[in-house]
């Protein structure tokens, strides 16, 4: 809606005008998945993946909506949003969300001993210190706003954040003192490659960089699942 309604103003607006708009609606459908997820005050994290599941339902229903009513000029830019491409943040659109991803990225470090904690279980982190709740709030926020900002500057880019965290923990173990800046690392490289390779792959013409990466990370999520089918079906 905020691509729409850019476009329709002024199309240099959308740059500052999405990100603020993606962190808003993040935040307040994130917030209801978290209330619909929360039991005698603790939150579920299998039932927060369910009620993100049907929220992703309803957003993609509106989404549709927006395309059927869409012109042609706004099409554009939202059939861009949707696949997923960098060829459209230049400097401009750095500026809006690099100073708060950064801020997300410097921040979570600190919370590391913290998660390494609830490696152990959210009972064992509370006899350890940690406000548990408190934790998992403070983390969705901060990763709602980093996620909002590059998907409001890029475009849906799936399935990085699942293939980089889970490569740095085969080889550098569960410790988020590495993993956390180590998953950066390795997912900004994965972005680059995967954005060099789209480029190339039907030169002159660019392939959106959302698409190779879900061509990449679909497999894997269903490695993931039939590695580890025996705790899914326990849900």
């Keep these: 809606m905020t691509i729409l309604l850019a476009h ?30 929360r039991s005698a005050g603790y939150t579920r994290v299998t039932t927060l993946l369910l009620a993100g599941l049907a929220a992703n339902a309803l957003a993609a229903a509106g989404i549709g909506f927006i395309v059927s ?5 706004a099409l554009r830019s939202i059939s861009f949003w ?14 809006v969300g690099a100073p708060l991803m950064v801020a997300v990225m ?13 490696l152990l279980g959210e009972a064992e982190a509370r006899h350890l210190g940690v406000d548990v709740e ?48 180590a998953s950066a690392l390795v997912g900004a490289s994965l ?21 190779l990466t879900a061509a990449l990370g679909a497999p894997f999520f269903l490695y993931l699942l039939l590695r580890h089918r025996d705790r899914v079906e326990s849900w």
């Design 8 to 37: 329709a103003i002024a199309p240099w607006a959308q740059a500052l005008i999405t990100p603020v708009a993606a962190f808003v609606g993040g935040l307040v459908v994130a917030t209801a998945a978290s209330r619909v997820a």
């Design 69 to 73: 009513v869409a012109d042609p000029g």
């Design 82 to 95: 949707m696949f997923g491409s960098l060829a459209k943040a230049g400097w401009r659109e750095i500026a």
């Design 106 to 118: 410097l921040w979570l470090p600190s919370q590391a001993r913290a998660l390494n904690a609830l």
């Design 134 to 181: 408190k934790l998992k709030r403070r983390l969705l926020a901060a990763i709602v706003l980093a996620v909002s900002c590059c998907v409001a500057l890029s475009g849906l880019i799936g399935f990085v954040g699942l293939l980089a965290p889970h490569w740095v923990r085969l080889w550098a173990g569960p410790d988020h003192r590495l993993l956390l800046p």
């Design 191 to 211: 972005l680059t490659f995967a954005d060099l390779a789209s480029r190339l792959a039907f030169a002159p013409q660019e392939l959106p960089v959302g698409i």
